[in-house]
C-alpha cells in the first residue's frame, strides 16, 4: 500500500466523519491539508459528499440571475454540517477546475473582489443616462409591464427585484390601489403617490440584532449564490415612485432625490464584511411602449463586523427630464470563494429616507 492509498483511506474515513458530525476539529484540520495538498483527495472527497449531499439539493429552490446563463441556487435548509460539507466541495472544486479552464460570464462586469475592512467603506457610481441600445428588455404576464433596465449590479441580475417594480409600476399606472393584497402600501405624500414594500420586509429584533430605531426593521432575502462568478447577492424592491403628477403640478425643471438609509449584517459562519448598496432607477413611460430605464444610480459601502454598529449610507440623484417613476432597491453582495459558503446570517436596514426636492425647494418627506 503506497502513501497515496493510504492518503485516500484517511480522507474518507475523515469525510464519514464530517458527514456523520462525528468530527473533531482535528479532523476538520487533516482533512483541509489533505484537500489542499492532492488533487486525488479532492476528487475522492468529491465523489464522497456528492453521493450524501444529492437527495438534500433535490428540494432545493433555485434563483436566476440575468444575463448570466448561469442558474444560482439558494441553498437548502440542510443541517450546518452538511451545508458545510458542500460548502467545501464548492470551494476546492471550483478552484480546481478554473486552474485549467476559467469560465467568464458574458454580459456581467464585475468588479474584484470585496475587502473586508473594520470600518465601513462608502463608494458611489456616478448617475448615467442608459443609451436605448444597452437597455435589456423585462416582462411578464402576470404585470403586463415591460419594463427595460440598463446597468450592471444586483437589482438588474434579480429576476425578483425587477417583477416587484413591475408590479409596482402597474399598480401606481392602473390606480390598483386596494389595499396591501400586492405585497405592498400605497402611499400618499402632497402629490407624490408611493408603492412601499418596507412593511412586508419588516420583521422584528433576530439574531443579535436590533432595529435602530422603533420595534421592526428590513431584513433582505437571502442571498442566492452563483457559483461562476464566485459570487453571492440579493436585491429587494422597496419603492415605486409615481412622480408624474408632481412634475405636472409643480411645473418642475429640476428634480432630485435625497436618500439616507443604515445597514447592518448579523454574525454568520463567514465572518466578512458585505458590500451593501442602494439603487434608483428613473423610470419613463410612453403610451403603448415599453417602461425603460433613463438614469440610475448605485451607492454602496462595505459594512463592518460588528452587529451592533449601523453603517449609514446617502446618496444624492439628479432625476432626468422625462421620468414618471423611481424604483429604489436594497442590495447585498459578496465576492470571492468564502461567497459559497452558506451563510445563516441575516441582512437588514433601517431607517431608510427618502426626500424629494422640486424645483430646489423644500424635501418632499417619502
Known amino acids: 500500500m503506497n502513501a497515496s492509498?493510504?492518503?485516500?483511506?484517511?480522507?474518507?474515513?475523515?469525510?464519514?466523519?464530517?458527514?456523520?458530525?462525528?468530527h473533531e476539529q482535528k479532523d476538520m484540520d487533516r482533512l483541509s491539508v489533505l484537500l489542499s495538498s492532492c488533487a486525488a483527495a479532492r476528487s475522492r472527497y468529491a465523489e464522497l459528499v456528492v453521493q450524501?449531499?444529492?437527495?438534500?439539493?433535490?428540494?432545493?429552490?433555485?434563483?436566476?440571475f440575468e444575463p448570466?446563463?448561469?442558474?444560482?441556487?439558494?441553498?437548502?435548509?440542510?443541517?450546518?454540517?452538511?451545508?458545510?460539507?458542500?460548502?467545501i466541495l464548492a470551494v476546492f472544486g471550483v478552484w480546481?477546475?478554473?486552474?485549467?479552464?476559467p469560465s467568464s460570464v458574458e454580459g456581467l462586469a464585475l468588479g474584484g473582489p470585496t475587502t473586508p475592512s473594520d470600518k465601513p467603506i462608502a463608494s458611489a457610481a456616478v448617475a448615467s443616462a442608459t443609451p436605448e441600445s444597452q437597455l435589456a428588455s423585462y416582462s411578464?404576464?402576470?404585470?403586463?409591464?415591460?419594463?427595460?433596465?440598463?446597468?450592471?449590479?444586483?437589482?438588474?441580475?434579480?429576476?425578483?427585484?425587477?417583477?416587484?417594480?413591475?408590479?409596482?409600476?402597474?399598480?401606481?399606472?392602473?390606480k390598483k390601489w386596494d389595499g396591501d393584497g400586492e405585497g405592498g402600501i400605497v402611499e400618499i405624500r402632497e402629490d407624490v403617490v408611493a408603492w412601499n414594500r418596507e412593511e412586508h420586509l419588516s420583521v422584528p429584533a433576530e439574531q443579535g440584532i436590533l432595529p435602530?430605531?422603533?420595534?421592526?426593521?428590513?431584513?433582505?432575502?437571502?442571498?442566492?449564490?452563483?457559483?461562476?462568478?464566485?459570487?453571492?447577492?440579493?436585491?429587494?424592491?422597496?419603492?415605486?415612485?409615481d412622480l408624474r403628477e408632481i412634475i405636472r403640478n409643480q411645473g418642475a425643471s429640476t428634480v432630485r432625490l435625497n436618500t439616507s438609509v443604515f445597514f447592518n449584517q448579523s454574525i454568520g459562519i463567514v465572518r466578512e464584511s458585505t458590500q451593501f448598496s442602494l439603487t434608483v432607477h428613473a423610470i419613463k413611460s410612453e403610451n403603448g411602449e415599453p417602461h425603460r430605464s433613463i438614469g440610475h444610480l448605485e451607492t454602496s459601502l462595505n459594512s463592518d463586523l460588528n452587529p451592533i454598529t449601523w453603517e449609514e449610507l446617502n446618496s444624492e440623484f439628479e432625476i432626468p427630464e422625462g421620468t414618471d417613476f423611481l424604483v429604489v432597491a436594497l442590495n447585498a453582495r459578496r465576492e470571492g470563494t468564502n461567497a459559497l459558503i452558506p451563510d445563516l446570517g441575516g441582512f437588514y436596514a433601517d431607517q431608510l429616507h427618502l426626500g424629494l426636492v422640486v424645483n430646489e425647494q423644500e424635501a418632499i418627506r417619502l
Request: hydrophobic share 45%.
Open 96 to 101: 480546481h477546475w478554473n486552474r485549467s479552464a
Open 5 to 22: 492509498d493510504v492518503s485516500l483511506k484517511e480522507v474518507e474515513l475523515l469525510t464519514v466523519r464530517v458527514l456523520d458530525g462525528l
Open 212 to 241: 435602530l430605531e422603533g420595534d421592526r426593521m428590513i431584513k433582505l432575502s437571502k442571498l442566492g449564490i452563483d457559483v461562476r462568478t464566485h459570487s453571492a447577492e440579493v436585491s429587494d424592491t422597496v419603492r415605486v415612485l
Open 52 to 64: 450524501d449531499s444529492l437527495l438534500h439539493w433535490e428540494t432545493s429552490e433555485v434563483l436566476e
Open 68 to 87: 448570466s446563463e448561469s442558474k444560482t441556487v439558494l441553498f437548502p435548509k440542510l443541517p450546518l454540517v452538511a451545508s458545510f460539507a458542500a460548502a
Open 140 to 174: 411578464s404576464p402576470s404585470s403586463e409591464v415591460v419594463l427595460e433596465v440598463g446597468g450592471d449590479g444586483p437589482f438588474i441580475r434579480s429576476i425578483d427585484a425587477r417583477g416587484e417594480a413591475r408590479k409596482g409600476i402597474m399598480i401606481l399606472d392602473k
